[in-house]
Structures are given as structure tokens and as C-alpha cells.
Nanobody, 117 residues
Framework: QVQLVESAGGLVQAGGSLRLSCAAS????????MSWYRQAPGKQRDLVAT???????NYADSVKGRFTISRDNAKNTVYLQMNSLKPEDTAVYYC???????????WGQGTQVTVSS
């Protein structure tokens, strides 16, 4: 079992920055990729960024160049640095961990990010 605890989100003005963190505990040795997803009201949950244990990253086109995902394996924590925030980035942000085989998915509780125009 893996438990994920996300930091608080917040309210930020457009153009501002915010950093989210997600701390993993439990069977952390089994974690491979960690990701951030987001879900706006009335919309599906979409992938924002992924980072593997080896450090390979992948981003949604909508956040490329603005968001950076990073991972501190020693602290079992993944971060999402969000810069140049836009109102359309407003959503609940979720952290997800996927284990090595078998691939089990674990989710954090979600944290609200609101960007005002």
C-alpha cells in the first residue's frame, strides 16, 4: 500500500506561481512513476505531468514551458512547480503513484488550485 498526501493548493492571481508537493509513504520502494492530474468542474481528470523513478518527464501540451515536475527520491516527494498560471489552470490537482509490476495506481486526496483573472 502507498499513501499520498498533497500540500495545500491555494488562490493565486493570473501570472503568478504556486508549488504543490506530494509526499508518499508506505511501500515506497514499489513506486515507479508519479504524476499530477487535474480536474476542472464538469470536466474529466486529465494528466498534467509525469516523472519516472529514473527522472524521465512528460507534460501535457497545455502546461509545457510553464510547469515543472520534479522528484526527490530521498524524501519520497514529488513536486509540481507552476509558473505563469492562467485562469484555465483552475482545478483540483491530484497526485498519483504507480507501482512496478503489478502496476497498481494510488491517488492523493486532491488539492484545489484557483487562478483568478
Amino acid at each position: 500500500q502507498v499513501q499520498l498526501v498533497e500540500s495545500a493548493g491555494g488562490l493565486v492571481q493570473a501570472g503568478g506561481s504556486l508549488r504543490l508537493s506530494c509526499a508518499a509513504s508506505g511501500s515506497i520502494f514499489s513506486i515507479n512513476a508519479m504524476s499530477w492530474y487535474r480536474q476542472a468542474p464538469g470536466k474529466q481528470r486529465d494528466l498534467v505531468a509525469t516523472i519516472t523513478k529514473g527522472g524521465s518527464t512528460n507534460y501535457a501540451d497545455s502546461v509545457k514551458g510553464r510547469f515543472t515536475i520534479s522528484r526527490d527520491n530521498a524524501k519520497n516527494t514529488v513536486y509540481l512547480q507552476m509558473n505563469s498560471l492562467k485562469p484555465e489552470d483552475t482545478a483540483v490537482y491530484y497526485c498519483k503513484a504507480v507501482t512496478f509490476t503489478p502496476a497498481v495506481h494510488y491517488w492523493g486526496q486532491g488539492t484545489q488550485v484557483t487562478v483568478s483573472s
